[in-house]
């Protein structure tokens, strides 16, 4: 099913919160934004997110002889999006399964999925270094649309220490780092757009130095870009002169230019 995508890329963090999801969708719609047709694949089984943020948490998941037909975030059809979330009732279901079962679905999610012709494909990871990365690595072993991975930390040095951990992960399993992302660095005032660093700054610039990775930007923490949560509008179309929409471009810009088209 991955056959027909022609990009791969892997959203990863070793810590939980750092705002991975938003980063992914985000990434994803600006990637459609600017003329790609896109999918984004949400493997977080235990806090699937992207069905919320995209504004598609009523949708449902239909079957075709091909597999599993992915929900379109509009009608022109640039964004497919598969998650479990679209399996669940509601969005208090918990997923309460063991490493076996969660394995058999995110197999599922990458081989049975009819994504049709896809320019780019993100996959939106949880967190960690366990069952569901293990298996992504199977499943995209000799796959050679596989891109690489771009990692999400926040300034903390607690988040640095656990995305550290991711760093090495990919390098143990052969997975090509594009480069490092430092999200929430920073709080942007609304009222007179000054950014104050409420945690700490540079972390992420830090971490791609010490791995010998590139530095992809640096995201703030921006009241605007937390309103389009739930309304799957794209940061660059609604706020093109934010600071998140500048890293956002030039991250889509990397991503074309190291990946070609």
Not at 9 to 30: C, D, E, M, R, Y
Not at 130 to 153: P, R, Y
Not at 209 to 217: I, K, R, T
Request: net charge negative; charged share 20%; proline share 5%.
């Amino acid at each position: 099913m991955l056959d027909h995508v022609k990009h791969i890329i892997l959203v990863l963090s070793g810590k939980g919160g750092v705002g991975k999801s938003t980063v992914s969708t985000q990434l994803a719609l600006t990637l459609a934004e600017d003329g790609h047709k896109v999918g984004l694949l949400d493997i977080d089984l235990c806090g699937p997110s992207v069905p919320y943020l995209l504004g598609l948490e009523d949708q449902d998941v239909h079957q075709c002889d091909e597999g599993w037909v992915p929900v379109y975030a509009s009608a022109e059809k640039k964004l497919a999006v598969m998650s479990i979330g679209f399996l669940l009732k509601n969005r208090s279901d918990a997923v309460i399964w063991r490493g076996p079962k969660k394995t058999a679905m995110i197999r599922q999610f990458l081989e049975d999925v009819s994504w049709g012709e896809l320019d780019y494909l993100i996959v939106d990871t949880p967190p960690g270094t366990s069952d569901e990365h293990i298996t992504v690595m199977e499943c995209l072993k000799g796959v050679v649309n596989a891109d690489g991975a771009i990692i999400v930390t926040t300034p903390q040095e607690m988040a640095l220490e656990d995305v550290r951990k991711e760093v090495t992960f990919c390098k143990k399993t052969g997975i090509p780092i594009l480069g490092i992302v430092e999200n929430m660095s920073g709080f942007v005032c609304p009222n007179c757009s000054e950014c104050t660093n409420i945690f700490s700054s540079g972390g992420g610039q830090s971490l791609a130095e010490l791995a010998s990775v590139p530095h992809l930007g640096t995201l703030p923490i921006d009241p605007r870009v937390g309103e389009l949560a739930g309304t799957g509008k794209a940061c660059v179309r609604e706020l093109p002169d934010c600071t998140t929409s500048e890293v956002l471009r030039k991250i889509v810009g990397t991503l074309t230019t190291v990946g070609g088209e």
